[in-house]
Nanobody, 117 residues
């Protein structure tokens, strides 16, 4: 099983990025897919969750609600995080997670997002 994040980079405040999480060895449609982030000196925090397709609900941290959108493309076996109106406080390493149950819980390696002028 492998989750590979991409799409991070340097962006100015107010800009947008779309992170991708390409999965291999698992089917994203049956997993709860989520994005976390970890800023320097801070704990990893949950950003957004898209539950397995049969449930079909989403959750967002208050700090990103209205600006970030989580989605998945089952045909491409990929999850996404669309990030709009980025702020300097969004700067962090962003991680993708796929979880079905305790023993089926996988993380990507992370992608750096830096918001700075």
């Amino acid at each position: 099983v492998q989750l590979v994040e991409s799409g991070g980079g340097l962006v100015q405040p107010g800009g947008s990025l779309r992170l991708s999480c390409a999965a291999s060895g698992l089917t994203v449609s049956i997993y709860d897919m989520s994005w976390y982030r970890q800023a320097p000196g801070k704990e990893r925090e949950l950003v957004a969750v898209a539950t397995r397709a049969v449930v079909g609900s989403t959750y967002y941290a208050d700090s990103v609600k209205g600006r970030f959108t989580i989605s998945r493309d089952n045909a491409k076996n990929t999850a996404y995080l669309q990030m709009n109106n980025l702020k300097p406080e969004d700067t962090a390493v962003y991680y993708c997670r796929a979880r079905l149950q305790t023993s089926l819980d996988y993380w990507g390696q992370g992608t750096q997002v830096t918001v700075s002028s």
